[in-house]
């Protein structure tokens, strides 16, 4: 929900901006209509500070009203001091005219003779006074920084477009009560909000009625929590059937101090996992997942919680098909590819059947975030085992091909297995601590990549041949009717 151009009251769409603010009418629309572009409320031009006449110091109390009124939503306000007409004056009018800049912060001039200054007052903190050389870029750049403050402390007013569709750096979200936006969790953000400075922008937050639908967009869960995304400008849309992965997103639930601290070690570490949004509660998704189990379902539902974990699991092999709402091409697929799961599931069923760590998932990626890079729907991927998974496309379609490229793939796999087991007892040169130490001959790897039931070549090769479990399987050569 964009302002109308033609509002042509600054004032009257500034004041309906605040009334937007805290109920996101735009947040269910579609990117058409994403605040922060030209029409959204905030003009891009350098505004003039009036002197307060039969004040006692005019131009002074001109300043501080100038700030009063236009501190809000923004928490920033820039103000030159600058002659009437001077060159400085024409470029902090060049400057104000970016809009990348106007709805970071205010800016406005206040005209005096002599000696000029830029200085730039934030909600909360000190200001800041510009040293730099005064050409366009370097203050543009400078504005774009320093109108953030170090930790933003959200009181009243939030705004979505400085903090998230229009920010161009990462944000982070502190998610507390604003009852515990206290002064020990700021002591806490503030140094990692130095370190990052550049990269991520702090603010304390809260999941209140006014936010709701802001936080869901953004899969904020709870009112007590961090969520970290490295590009918030992007946004999660569901209805598309291709998808590239969108930027990183960390997230950490129920705060401490010392959680919080750790929590960017983690970032600067690189160890923190991947969030990725899913339209249900982690702990729904789990009880589903066991519901589904107890069932006898064979295909397992992925969502954006366990994708990873589950694709990445070097135990298994995962089959993945990617679907997408009103997909006609998945609907078509659907039950040929519930026959590849019901298939897999009675040859995992005997006591160490290598089809046990075979899995059959599907993940609705209109509902739920993921990692990969997909053209079209229905789109298959299958993630071999092992500790380096590279996933590869799948192009088939037919009950028959996918079988028979799941036994050929799992039953190299097998053997691979079976050639890095043999190949343990000897020391590897630049191993790990764990790899380098030799197994003794007879004992089962404490962590074996494949469970078979006894370590023996002819035994594990002969469970995946067609002539011993596929061949009992009646039915597999005609069933053609899922081909697309
Ligand atoms: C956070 O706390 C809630 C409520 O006590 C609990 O249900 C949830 O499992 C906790 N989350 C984590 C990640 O520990």
């Given at each position: 929900m964009a302002l109308p151009r033609s509002l042509g009251l600054d004032g009257l769409a500034v004041v309906l901006h605040l009334l937007l603010l805290f109920s996101y009418p735009w947040a269910s629309s579609t990117s058409s209509s994403v605040p922060g572009s030209a029409d959204e409320g905030f003009k891009a031009e350098l505004l003039v500070v009036e002197p307060i006449s039969g004040a006692e110091r005019p131009e002074e109390q001109g300043i501080r009203e100038f700030l009063a009124r236009n501190m809000e939503p923004r928490h920033a306000v820039a103000v030159v001091v600058a002659g009437r007409g001077s060159k400085r004056h024409k470029l902090l009018e060049e400057v104000a005219a970016d809009k990348d800049l106007s709805h970071l912060l205010a800016l406005g001039?206040?005209?005096?003779?002599?000696?000029?200054?830029?200085?730039?007052?934030?909600?909360?903190?000190?200001?800041?006074?510009y040293t730099g050389k005064w050409?366009?870029?370097?203050?543009?750049?400078?504005?774009?920084?320093?109108?953030?403050?170090?930790?933003?402390?959200?009181?009243?007013?939030?705004?979505p477009t400085?903090?998230?569709?229009?920010?161009?750096?990462?944000?982070?979200?502190?998610?507390?009560?604003?009852?515990?936006?206290?002064?020990?969790?700021?002591?806490?953000?503030?140094?990692?909000?130095?370190?990052?400075?550049?990269?991520?922008?702090?603010?304390?937050?809260?999941?209140?009625?006014?936010?709701?639908?802001?936080?869901?967009?953004?899969?904020?869960?709870?009112?007590?929590?961090i969520l970290l995304l490295e590009k918030p400008q992007e946004t999660f849309r569901g209805s598309r059937h291709s998808r590239a992965p969108l930027a990183p997103k960390h997230r950490m639930e129920n705060l401490t101090l010392a959680g919080i601290d750790q929590f960017f070690?983690?970032?600067?570490?690189?160890?923190?996992?991947?969030?990725?949004?899913?339209?249900m509660s982690r702990q729904k998704h789990e009880q589903k997942l066991l519901a589904d189990a107890a069932a006898g379902e064979s295909l397992r539902e992925l969502a954006g919680w366990d994708f990873v974990h589950t694709v990445e699991d070097p135990k298994s092999s995962v089959l993945v098909e990617f679907v997408s709402t009103n997909c006609e091409s998945c609907n078509e697929f659907d039950e040929a590819y519930r026959q590849v799961a019901r298939k897999i599931r009675e040859l995992s069923l005997p006591q160490n059947s290598p089809w046990s760590n075979v899995i059959v998932a599907r993940i609705d990626q209109s509902a739920?975030?993921?990692?990969?890079?997909?053209?079209?729907?229905?789109?298959?991927?299958?993630?071999?085992?092992?500790?380096?998974?590279?996933?590869?496309?799948?192009?088939?379609?037919?009950?028959?091909?996918?079988?028979?490229?799941?036994?050929?793939?799992?039953?190299?796999?097998?053997?691979?297995?079976?050639?890095?087991?043999?190949?343990?007892?000897?020391?590897?040169?630049?191993?790990?601590k764990t790899e380098t130490k030799a197994l003794p001959p007879q004992a089962k790897p404490s962590a074996p990549i494949v469970q078979l039931g006894q370590p023996s070549p002819t035994k594990s090769?002969?469970?995946?041949?067609t002539d011993s479990d596929l061949s009992e399987d009646s039915g597999l050569a005609d069933d053609q009717e899922g081909e697309l």
């Open positions: 001039i206040s005209f005096a003779k002599g000696k000029t200054s830029l200085k730039v007052y934030r909600y909360m903190y000190d200001e800041e006074v050409t366009r870029n370097a203050i543009q750049s400078w504005l774009q920084d320093v109108s953030y403050p170090p930790v933003y402390r959200m009181n009243q007013q939030f705004a400085k903090y998230l569709t229009n920010n161009p750096f990462g944000v982070v979200l502190v998610v507390k009560p604003l009852s515990e936006h206290s002064d020990a969790l700021l002591k806490v953000l503030e140094p990692h909000a130095a370190k990052f400075r550049g990269r991520l922008k702090i603010a304390l937050f809260t999941r209140a009625a006014g936010t709701t639908q802001l936080c869901d967009q953004y899969g904020v869960r709870t009112d007590n929590e070690v983690d970032y600067s570490a690189g160890t923190l996992p991947r969030y990725l949004t899913s339209p739920n975030e993921h990692t990969e890079f997909i053209k079209g729907t229905p789109w298959l991927k299958y993630w071999p085992r092992g500790l380096k998974k590279r996933p590869v496309d799948v192009e088939l379609r037919s009950v028959e091909s996918i079988m028979q490229f799941l036994e050929e793939r799992t039953s190299a796999e097998i053997d691979e297995a079976k050639d890095s087991l043999s190949s343990t007892s000897r020391p590897k040169a630049g191993g790990g090769r002969g469970y995946l041949s």
